[in-house]
C-alpha cells in the first residue's frame, strides 16, 4: 500500500487561500443581468394564481368584529380553487376539483413537499409565514402569490 501524505489543517487554509487570491475581472453588470433574466425563465410553464379572496382584506358584512385567530385565502388558476386557512399552528389546504396533487409550501427558509389525499385536502403543522404554495396537476404548475402575516 503506497503511502498517501494528507495535508494538515494549516496547509489545507493555504491552498483554499491561494485558490480564492486571484486577479479575477469582475464580471460584467450586463452579463449578471442576462444570468437573472434566463433563471427567471425556469418558470415560464408555471401559472401565477390570482387571490379571490382574503380574510385580511376583505369586509365580512354583518358580522361583529372581524379579529380571528385564523385567515383564510382562497386563489383560482389552471382550472383549479384552493382555499387556505392559516393559523399559529398549522397551514390548511383544499384543493377543487378533488383529487391528489402533489402540493409543496415554500417559505423563505424551508420547503415542505407532500401528498394531498384524494380529496384535495393537505395540511401542514407549524410551517411559518410568510409561505405560497406550489400545486402540481396534469395542467402544469399553479404558483400561489406569497401570503404574508
Same mark, same amino acid.
Given at each position: ?10 496547509d489545507?487554509?493555504i491552498?483554499?487561500r491561494?485558490?480564492f487570491?486571484t486577479?479575477l ?11 437573472i ?12 394564481a390570482?387571490?379571490t379572496?382574503? *380574510? =385580511?382584506? #376583505?369586509?365580512l /358584512?354583518? @358580522? ?5 385567530q385564523? !385567515?383564510? $385565502?382562497?386563489?383560482? %388558476?389552471r382550472?383549479?380553487?384552493?382555499s387556505?386557512s ?7 389546504a383544499?384543493?377543487?376539483p ?7 409550501v415554500?417559505g423563505y427558509e424551508a420547503?415542505?413537499?407532500?401528498? *394531498? =389525499?384524494d #380529496?384535495?385536502? /393537505?395540511? @401542514?403543522a407549524d410551517?411559518p409565514?410568510?409561505? !405560497?404554495? $406550489?400545486i402540481e396537476? %396534469? ?7 406569497w401570503i404574508i402575516?
Open positions: 500500500m503506497d503511502d498517501v501524505s494528507v495535508p494538515d489543517h494549516a489545507i487554509v491552498i483554499l491561494e485558490a487570491e486577479d475581472e469582475p464580471i460584467p453588470h450586463e452579463l449578471s443581468h442576462f444570468a433574466d434566463a433563471f427567471a425563465w425556469r418558470l415560464i410553464d408555471d401559472e401565477l390570482t387571490i379572496f382574503d *380574510s =385580511d382584506s #376583505s369586509e /358584512v354583518g @358580522v361583529r368584529g372581524t379579529a380571528s385564523r !385567515r383564510s $385565502v382562497t386563489f383560482q %388558476g382550472g383549479l380553487t384552493v387556505v392559516l393559523s399559529d399552528t398549522s397551514v390548511v383544499s384543493i377543487e378533488p383529487a391528489s396533487y402533489v402540493v409543496r415554500q420547503e415542505v413537499e407532500l401528498r *394531498s =389525499d #380529496s384535495g385536502q /393537505v395540511a @401542514v410551517y409565514v410568510p409561505l !405560497r404554495l $406550489v396537476s %396534469g395542467g402544469g404548475r399553479l404558483v400561489s402569490p402575516g
